[in-house]
């Protein structure tokens, strides 16, 4: 049998059940869990129980949905189609199904304070989620033709911007990678780019986040 190593990320996966459904169906159809077990990065909605099963039975191991963020506002800023209440939602038909699930978050977009951090790592533990997967810092890495680059855009693509780290003068492609770190996270900002800086692990950043909702 193939360890779980074998991985699948695809956001779209779920944006049709129905195709969802059907790529779980062939999986079962083929009896490939004998040969392989299957890990996923998947968006939080659609979700059903139905679908659920069908990637426990299709040899699923763990899904990991990426909810980044757990403040609304924050959500229609990065013009995401689910809410929290999606969040949870997946989170119960997970644990009907007996599929194991993580929790994919990525801090310090726009619109980041301590308080939104905290109200993801809320989210986190009201879900009872299997784990909490962190987004490498520092922040949010800025892809051109994102609503994140359109964003910084409009901000101003300058060293004056505080929210901005990384190569600017002559990269306007951002081919090389410039991250978003809102400066609005306070001490937790600073923090996090000390962390990186030092090259620090990301599970050590985990725990400390972890630490502040127990």
């Not at 040969?35 to 990637?55: D, G, H, N, R």
Request: glycine letters at 6%; one cysteine or more.
């Amino acid at each position: 049998m193939v360890d779980s190593s074998d991985g699948l990320s695809d956001e779209a996966l779920a944006k049709s059940e129905a195709s969802a459904k059907a790529i779980c169906e062939e999986m079962i159809r083929r009896n490939l869990k004998k040969q392989m077990c299957w890990t996923v990065y998947i968006a939080p909605k659609p979700f059903s129980v139905e679908l659920a099963k069908l990637m426990v039975e299709a040899g699923c191991r763990l899904a990991i949905p990426t909810i980044e963020n757990a403040n609304e506002k924050i959500l229609r800023i990065m013009r995401k189609d689910f809410t929290p209440d999606d969040v949870r939602e997946m989170a119960r038909c997970c644990r009907e199904a007996g599929l194991t699930f993580e929790l994919c978050t990525m801090f310090g977009g726009p619109g980041e304070t301590m308080s939104t951090v905290l109200e993801t790592l809320d989210l986190v533990k009201e879900v009872k989620a299997n784990g909490v997967t962190l987004w490498d810092p520092p922040g949010l890495r800025i892809y051109p033709n994102t609503p994140l680059a359109d964003i910084v855009r409009e901000e101003g693509f300058t060293k004056r911007n505080p929210n901005l780290h990384g190569r600017i003068r002559g990269n306007d492609d951002f081919f090389e990678p410039v991250f978003y770190l809102s400066a609005e996270m306070g001490v937790l900002a600073t923090a996090v780019k000390a962390w990186r800086k030092l090259g620090l692990a990301r599970q050590s950043i985990s725990a400390t986040l972890a630490r502040m909702r127990r």
